[in-house]
């Protein structure tokens, strides 16, 4: 195994890639934007070259430089096929490389490219949501062999560079894998960087309860009202036993970040109740596997 850490930065255009490179500038990474993807192993083979002097990379790969690659082509295509026979022949050579890839909703990036006044890479005649359409589909094989999933829709900045610094730093102390919980309310949309998700609107809802309504469910009395249930149990039960089934394989394949979320309507009670009892129980069993669990509650301070 080479000594070097590659990260691969891609995804959306709009989604914070600028953000990412520098939030890995920031902590040591020797960051190139932009390369020509047929350069990558010369450059990688380089860093190893440096003398211990180029330990850490990070590189981001242009939808726009592997479209122009692709004009004179037929029909639809994946234009990050050679990409992924690349960093495939990489790996067996042993670079360890981590793919990173960045997400956002589409009404997110249109507004974005509406402030900033640029033209989407991909946009069909002056339509940014038409060119968002394209990138998302040639970019979906990248994104389903991602070690991490970000959803930038709701994260500013300074959160976005918090957010890759920390994983980051994760994954150099040991941990194998990280487990995100994340709890939301399907009215404000799916999270796109779920990799598993469960929908609790089943369970009964404190919402109706008016002494409850206007409680987060990490309050305790939310908390007691909607484990009583039998249902709630033995979800709790039935969950644990498939995430305990499921790990061994993300492990095996070298996944280094899981996303698991539980949504319910609003993204206040149901979901934030579960998400904590999952962790509750499952935090020291898998700790000591090398799994590390972080919580995010995205919708709780929705109305």
Not at 127 to 137: A, F, H, P, T
Not at 164 to 176: A, D, F, L, P, W
Request: neutral net charge; aromatic residues 8%; hydrophobic residues 40%.
């Amino acid at each position: 195994m080479k000594s070097l850490r590659v990260i691969l930065i891609s995804g959306l255009s709009g989604s914070g890639k600028t953000t990412a490179i520098k939030a890995l500038e920031d902590i040591g990474f020797y960051c190139v934007d932009n390369l020509p993807l047929p350069l990558l192993p010369k450059f990688l083979e380089l860093c190893e070259q440096s003398g211990g002097k180029i330990s850490r990379v990070a590189v981001v790969e242009d939808i726009r430089e592997a479209e122009s690659r692709s004009m004179s082509a037929r029909g639809p295509i994946d234009v990050f096929e050679d990409a992924r026979k690349m960093i495939e022949g990489l790996r067996k050579e042993g670079y360890p490389i981590e793919i990173l890839f960045l997400d956002a909703s589409d009404p997110v990036l249109t507004r974005r490219y509406s402030e900033t006044r640029r033209q989407h890479p991909l946009a069909v005649g002056g339509s940014v949501l038409e060119g968002i359409r394209l990138e998302r589909e040639r970019l979906a094989g990248i994104r389903d062999t991602a070690n991490l999933v970000i959803d930038t829709s709701q994260f500013n900045v300074h959160q976005l560079k918090e957010k890759i610094q920390q994983y980051v730093q994760e994954q150099g102390t040991g941990v194998h894998l990280t487990v995100t919980f994340l709890s939301f309310g399907y009215s404000f949309g799916v999270p796109y960087e779920a990799d598993l998700m469960f929908d609790v609107r089943f369970l009964p809802n404190p919402y109706f309860v008016e002494e409850l309504k206007s409680l987060r469910g990490d309050d305790p009395k939310v908390a007691k009202y909607l484990l009583q249930w039998e249902e709630t149990q033995a979800f709790l039960e039935q969950t644990q036993n498939f995430i305990r089934f499921l790990l061994p394989f993300y492990l095996r394949e070298r996944r280094t970040h899981l996303t698991i979320a539980v949504g319910c309507t609003g993204g206040r009670h149901r979901s934030i109740v579960i998400v904590n009892q999952l962790v509750e129980k499952l935090r020291a069993e898998l700790t000591k596997k090398g799994v590390f669990l972080s919580v995010r509650h995205r919708d709780a301070e929705r109305g």
